[in-house]
């Protein structure tokens, strides 16, 4: 049954996209992780895969949405059909649903962090704070399980009220707002990085490119982290292209995408790491990078509180225009196949990520350092999440990849791009055979490391 309404808007697909792509991703992941695996190298990695790999995947993946108008599972089932060819290509849908849970159990725990930041601002009780004491009430944050869990439980119900209210299209106009003054603030960031921390470093750091830093695990952290900051390989974007108009370029799409979400993840990181040269701080601290960072510059600039508490609210925004991405294909799965009504099937995928959001939540405390959990699996929670999603998200987007490429017929595939010339020859090409074979080199490479 396809019941999809497409938006009426062409920019629509384009602005929705944008908001699930630019998120925690950009502004705390990816300094966390280029931090941890050396800076330059990191980034090489990673925007190689933005733009030889990531970029041909995003228009497959908004080409399966829009030529199924369906959920990604039910998307998946409908094209088989169609095509005639193996049933199991519905894994790409139910490898996305498995993503978006465990992404969303852990987004929403760290878009918790941004809600206390928020109030830690608007009250102004880290005006003047200096290192020691934030880092201090960092730490006291995460030793906390009720605070992570009230955080974790308000962001997670905001994100499931959008959703299930159907309101997300009224978010359109927020998002308007939201994006550009993300940006703005943090050029305003990066200004008071450049003056008062150490620019050059950061830059140095960023864009010094020597391919042996990286570890074999950190091929598969850059791969994984390009797939993540895209919102790409799970179905968010399935589930997006649906609505998509006919009309629209999905090449122009892709392509600023990747280049706008880029844009978003370099400056928060030159901001980041040119604050955290200046003040002598562990590019490699992980997970807290940004929460220790950016705080400690809110507390020393002048209306540091009011600036702080605007781009904390900012985050919130952009991390609810994700995290809602992420609720969207598996509510809309739910809708299609068991005739749910929309708030039912949210609550149903809201209420199991809360509750797998809790592993995250005691990962920083009760089970921080041994657990049951680390004694199965190697791992405390939080990073078995982060690993898993950095190894499902590019497993779906190289089965979305090759599906493109060879199930659908070139006819069909010539009509969505709406040329048949040099530039759908070359996508083409990228889709059979090089982004398969970058996934799966980094993953015959990285696996057998993992966890080694
Ligand atoms: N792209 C988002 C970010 O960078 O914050 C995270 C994300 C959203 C990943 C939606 C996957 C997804 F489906
Ligand atoms: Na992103």
């Known amino acids: 049954m396809s019941t999809h309404n497409v938006w009426t808007h062409k920019g629509t697909f384009l602005l929705a996209a944008i908001g699930?792509?630019?998120?925690?991703?950009?502004l705390w992941r990816f300094p966390y992780l280029a931090g941890e695996n050396g800076g330059g190298a990191f980034?090489?990695?990673?925007?190689?895969?933005?733009?030889?790999?990531?970029?041909?995947?995003?228009i497959a993946e908004t080409m399966l949405g829009r030529n199924s108008r369906r959920s990604p599972i039910m998307g998946m089932r409908f094209l088989t059909r169609t095509h005639k060819t193996s049933r199991s290509w519905e894994a790409i849908g139910w490898l996305g649903g498995i993503s978006a849970f465990l992404i969303l159990s852990f987004y929403s725990v760290i878009a918790g962090w941004a809600i206390h930041y928020t109030w830690q601002m608007l009250t102004g009780s880290l005006i003047g704070a200096d290192i020691e004491g934030i880092a201090t009430g960092f730490d006291a944050l995460l030793a906390s399980p009720a605070l992570l869990t009230l955080y974790h439980t308000l962001f997670i119900a905001a994100s499931g009220l959008?959703?299930?209210?159907?309101?997300?299209?009224?978010?359109?106009?927020?998002?308007?707002?939201?994006?550009?003054?993300l940006f703005v603030i943090l050029l305003v960031v990066l200004a008071y990085g450049v003056t008062h921390g150490d620019f050059p470093t950061a830059v140095d750091f960023l864009f010094t490119f020597n391919i042996a830093d990286l570890s074999l695990e950190g091929w598969l952290e850059a791969m994984g982290q390009s797939f993540f900051t895209l919102s790409l390989g799970m179905g968010a974007i399935m589930a997006y292209g649906a609505y998509m108009s006919g009309e629209v370029s999905l090449t122009r799409?892709?392509?600023i995408?990747?280049?706008?979400?880029?844009?978003?993840?370099?400056?928060?990181?030159?901001?980041?790491f040119s604050l955290v040269f200046g003040a002598?701080?562990?590019?490699?601290?992980g997970p807290g990078l940004m929460f220790v960072t950016l705080p400690l510059a809110f507390a020393e600039m002048p209306a540091g509180a009011l600036i702080g508490g605007i781009f904390f609210i900012l985050v919130l925004g952009a991390a609810l225009s994700s995290s809602i991405s992420l609720i969207e294909p598996v509510a809309a799965y739910l809708v299609e196949r068991f005739d749910l009504t929309r708030p039912q099937a949210v609550l149903a995928m809201?209420?199991?990520?809360?509750?797998?959001?809790?592993?995250?939540?005691?990962?920083?405390?009760?089970w921080a350092e041994e657990s049951v959990f680390h004694g199965l699996f190697g791992y405390r929670p939080f990073d078995l999440f982060e690993l898993l999603s950095n190894i499902f998200m590019p497993l779906g987007g190289m089965l979305i990849a090759l599906f493109a490429g060879w199930a659908l017929t070139q006819s069909e595939v010539v009509k969505e791009m709406g040329t048949n010339g040099l530039w759908f020859s070359t996508w083409r090409f990228l889709v059979r055979f090089i982004a398969p074979?970058?996934?799966?080199?980094?993953?015959?490479?990285?696996?057998p490391q993992v966890g080694g």
């Open 350 to 366: 809201v209420l199991t990520t809360w509750a797998l959001g809790l592993l995250t939540v005691i990962s920083f405390n009760l």
């Open 437 to 447: 074979a970058a996934v799966a080199f980094v993953f015959l490479h990285a696996i």
């Open 253 to 255: 799409t892709a392509i």
């Open 43 to 58: 980034f090489l990695v990673y925007a190689l895969c933005i733009f030889a790999v990531g970029i041909p995947i995003l």
């Open 162 to 181: 959008i959703v299930g209210l159907g309101v997300h299209q009224g978010i359109e106009r927020g998002l308007r707002v939201i994006m550009p003054a």
């Open 257 to 272: 995408v990747a280049i706008v979400d880029t844009a978003v993840a370099v400056v928060a990181g030159l901001a980041i």
């Open 280 to 285: 002598g701080l562990d590019a490699g601290q």
């Open 20 to 26: 699930s792509a630019v998120g925690l991703g950009n």
